[in-house]
Antibody, heavy 117, light 110 residues
Framework: QVQLVESGGGVVQPGGSLRLSCAAS????????MNWVRQAPGKGLEWVAF????????YYADSVKGRFTISRDYSKNTLSLQMNSLRAEDTAVYYC????????????WGQGTLVTV | QSALTQPRSVSGSPGQSVTVSCTGT?????????VSWYQQRPGIAPKLMIY???KRPSGVPDRFSGSKSDNTASLTISGLQAEDEADYYC??????????FGGGTKLTVL
């Protein structure tokens, strides 16, 4: 079965950096686009970043563009999010989410990892 | 991209039907038939309930249905059950590999 397990969250000072990871299993990692979606405490969902199945294209929400970098490691079946110049408003639970094979939807999600700035 | 507009809360009694609206613009909801709905229970990751405006993934009860008219999408839950109590989020593809979510609607089953 599909499993997505995030790690790397924690407490960081404003201006600091953090790297999140998402270990993927139960599906062909190299065949699916992946995303990061976040949720600030008590707030709604916000799409953060997308990476194509082949890693050739990455797209970001305006709120994180230039500060966050999404990447993937096919040898480890791992998705990553490098977060630099962190701000208080980046405080959130960060979910990795697998894109569905049938369209631009998030059909599997990890349990999330909390980042506090 | 501005968040899609959803009511903050809706409620209904067991067995009744409720509808959650989701209003966007011609750049997202009105421009694509890539509208989805997610159910989120407290402390748990979201679950895909509706995609392609009207379709249900395997395992989602047919009590859940979706529709769209112009810039507004809707989720209807019929035959409400206590287990349906959760937050519901709409989401629309907004072009060039970007997505926008609604602010979320808290469903209370009375």
């Amino acid at each position: 079965q599909v499993q997505l397990v995030e790690s790397g969250g924690g407490v960081v000072q404003p201006g600091g950096s953090l790297r999140l990871s998402c270990a993927a299993s139960g599906f062909t990692f190299s065949s699916h686009a992946m995303n990061w979606v976040r949720q600030a405490p008590g707030k709604g969902l916000e799409w953060v970043a997308f990476i194509r199945f082949d890693g050739n294209d990455q797209y970001y929400a305006d709120s994180v563009k230039g500060r966050f970098t999404i990447s993937r490691d096919y040898s480890k079946n791992t998705l990553s999010l490098q977060m630099n110049s962190l701000r208080a408003e980046d405080t959130a639970v960060y979910y990795c989410a697998k894109e569905a094979s049938y369209g631009p939807y998030f059909n599997y999600w990890g349990q999330g990892t909390l980042v506090t700035v | 991209q501005s968040a899609l507009t959803q009511p903050r809360s809706v409620s209904g009694s067991p067995g009744q039907s409720v509808t959650v609206s989701c209003t966007g613009t011609s750049s997202d909801v009105g421009g694509y038939n890539y509208v989805s709905w997610y159910q989120q229970r407290p402390g748990i990751a979201p679950k895909l309930m509706i995609y392609d405006v009207t379709k249900r993934p395997s395992g989602v009860p047919d009590r859940f249905s979706g529709s769209k008219s112009d810039n507004t999408a809707s989720l209807t839950i019929s035959g409400l059950q206590a287990e349906d109590e959760a937050d519901y989020y709409c989401c629309s593809y907004a072009g060039t590999y970007s997505w926008v979510f609604g602010g979320g609607t808290k469903l209370t089953v009375l």
